[in-house]
């Protein structure tokens, strides 16, 4: 049998001149040359300038930067969030407050800073995705590049001797190239063959899905709208903007664009754990609703879930806080009844201990006729627990009191400045006093009631409804994030585990007549995969061309060949790309 040697040669560059368009970059990555200093002028520096925002390392650190920028915007209180801690921080830290005025910190996303970040990275993977995108087709429609002189220098490289001719050898194997997916021709005495374009456009796909994620966050952000609202069983909701009881949107975002819906609370279902560790921790929290689409459309029903929220176009309703609702009943002096409603009270812990305050400003008259404001305050333990007066023993309205303290005179409530239903300003009110003469107070059970001394009225505890507070989300452009992030992760994944390689086989009469074989195969980075797929396609095709006789006078081709064989599993080296 002939000699037949596989060697690996030790790694050098892709694009080592010896090889000519053989080691041509495997990848579309621009090269960065250093620029001509002494010559360069306004042009010269307008393009130096372009090739630094379209690099690599300057795109990883405007991630990077961006990345960082979202950190505050995290920690710190955002206007366009919550308004109500933005103060609450600026009172509580007076010598930072300015401070983060000045760098943005209370508006992140909407900075200079932060908007010069985004848009310099959306411009950086824009100049880059262009050029590449243009030279990879290019490369799709031209055909792999002819064998280099010396296909000893490849880091994967194989030879025998074979009696077969040259024309059968290099037809087995352009045959078996093409059936292993290689894009392959005849180019002169040898077969060129590539495989692995699918790594670059997975890269081409990772970029481009991150220009599509900049996008659909710029978007969403520009048109979205966000707002919450309570709702009492029983009660229900139109999507306008005067029906939430909060409501923010972005800077292109117009009331017309509301999607235009309604719904009706008709009752919420909470269930806990009765026992055990996890006593009191939710199993269950839905609300099912009566909603409509449109002026004229359609009563229908559905279940809003923790996570499972009720999609209506482009709106999405979800369901994210529950609490109680007690209904009170107030009678003034002459009996009259002057309100009755269910008050929403706040919960204080998880076992929905509640806080609240009963309001009634209108039609209240003590029992000389003299015209008043009420103000109660509420404190409602869910399940009440004998010797334990401050907090409910578990979420469930399983033993329900509802503990009353009134005050009378004038809220406050005309004077301009704004209060909060859930508390009440006690300096310009009277507290009912007992027959002790201390602040009255009441712990009802539901159908209990509470009388006013003097005969200034009752307050009757009626009973408890449920409430559950919505957020309605309409944000433009989550489909399209959604895409583009399973398109980068694919992408990225192609990126990385697909390897493009070229391999050249090339076959010529030797010196004595025999074909004398050579195979030899150049991949991107240092893997064994090249030398691999080499010997597995060299004993294919040596099935198909099987090694001639040694014979006395066969030259001696080790004069062609490396000193030294290396690890055949090592590769070269290549270059960072974008």
């Known amino acids: 049998m002939s000699k037949t040697t596989t060697a690996a040669t030790p790694p050098e560059r892709a694009d080592d001149p010896d090889l000519g368009a053989a080691g041509s970059q495997l990848s579309t990555a621009p090269r960065e040359e250093p620029p001509n200093l002494p010559a360069m002028g306004v042009t010269g520096w307008a393009r130096w300038f372009w090739r630094q925002l379209t690099s690599m390392r300057v795109a990883l650190l405007l991630l990077l930067l961006l990345s960082l920028g979202a950190i505050p915007g995290s ?12 103060a609450d921080f600026r009172k509580a830290h007076t010598v930072l407050a300015p401070v983060y005025d000045r760098l943005g910190l209370f508006h992140v996303y909407s900075s200079v800073w932060f908007s010069a970040i985004y848009i310099l990275l959306f411009v950086s993977l824009v100049g880059c995705i262009i050029p590449r ?19 000893t220098r490849l880091p994967a490289y194989t030879t025998w001797r074979t009696d077969a001719r040259p024309e059968q050898v290099r037809e087995a194997a352009l045959a078996q190239l093409k059936k292993r997916r290689f894009r392959a021709h005849l180019a002169g005495d040898a077969v060129a063959a590539e495989k692995g374009y699918l790594r670059e456009v997975g890269n081409l796909a990772f970029h481009i899905a991150l220009i599509v994620l900049l996008i659909s966050f710029g978007w969403g952000q520009l048109f979205k709208s966000e707002g919450n609202k309570l709702v009492v069983e029983g009660d229900g909701f139109s999507n306008t903007a005067t029906q939430y009881d909060d409501f923010k949107s972005g800077n292109l975002f117009t009331i017309d664009d509301l999607v235009p819906f ?75 009844v002057v309100y009755h409603d269910a008050v929403p009270l706040l919960p204080l812990d998880s076992n929905v201990t509640s806080t609240g305050v009963i309001k009634v400003l209108d039609g209240y008259a003590d029992a000389k006729g003299v015209s008043e404001q009420l103000g109660i305050k509420a404190f409602l333990l869910p399940t009440y627990t004998p010797g334990n007066e401050t907090a409910s023993t578990f979420p469930a309205l399983k033993n329900p009191v509802l503990n009353l303290e009134p005050y009378h005179g004038d809220l406050g409530v005309n004077s301009g400045i704004p209060q909060s239903v859930y508390q009440l300003d006690t300096s310009h009110v009277k507290g009912f006093k007992d027959a002790k003469g201390a602040q009255l107070r009441a712990n009802l059970k539901p159908g209990q009631t509470m009388k006013l001394p003097n005969g200034a009225g009752s307050v009757t505890y009626d009973g408890t409804k449920q409430w559950a507070n919505f957020q309605i989300v309409q944000q433009p452009g989550t489909d399209w994030a959604l895409g583009g992030a399973l398109i980068a992760i694919f992408g990225l994944a192609g990126s990385l585990f697909i390897q493009r390689r070229r391999v050249w086989v090339r076959a010529v009469k030797g010196a004595d007549g025999v074909t004398v074989v050579e195979m030899a195969g150049l991949g991107r980075s240092e893997s064994a995969k090249v030398p691999e797929e080499l010997g597995d396609l060299a004993q294919m095709l040596y099935d198909k061309a099987p090694g001639a006789p040694e014979s006395d006078d066969a030259p001696d081709d080790s004069s062609d060949q490396d000193d030294t064989t290396p690890d055949p599993h090592v590769v070269p080296a290549e270059g960072a790309e974008k």
């Open 75 to 86: 920690l710190i209180p955002q206007s366009g969030t919550d308004e109500t801690k933005v």
């Open 133 to 151: 995108t243009w030279q990879f087709v290019g490369q799709l429609r031209g055909r792999p590049p002819g064998a280099p002189k010396r296909l």
């Open 262 to 336: 309604s719904f009706a609370l008709d009752k919420f279902t909470g269930t806990y754990e009765a026992s055990g560790p996890n006593k009191g921790t939710p199993r269950l929290y839905q609300a099912a609703i009566d909603y409509s689409v449109g002026a004229y459309g359609k009563d229908q029903k559905d279940l809003v879930k923790v996570n499972g929220p009720l999609s209506i176009g482009d709106a999405k309703v979800y369901l994210t806080a529950h609490g109680y609702a007690p209904v009170i009943t107030v009678r003034d002096g002459k009996g009259k």
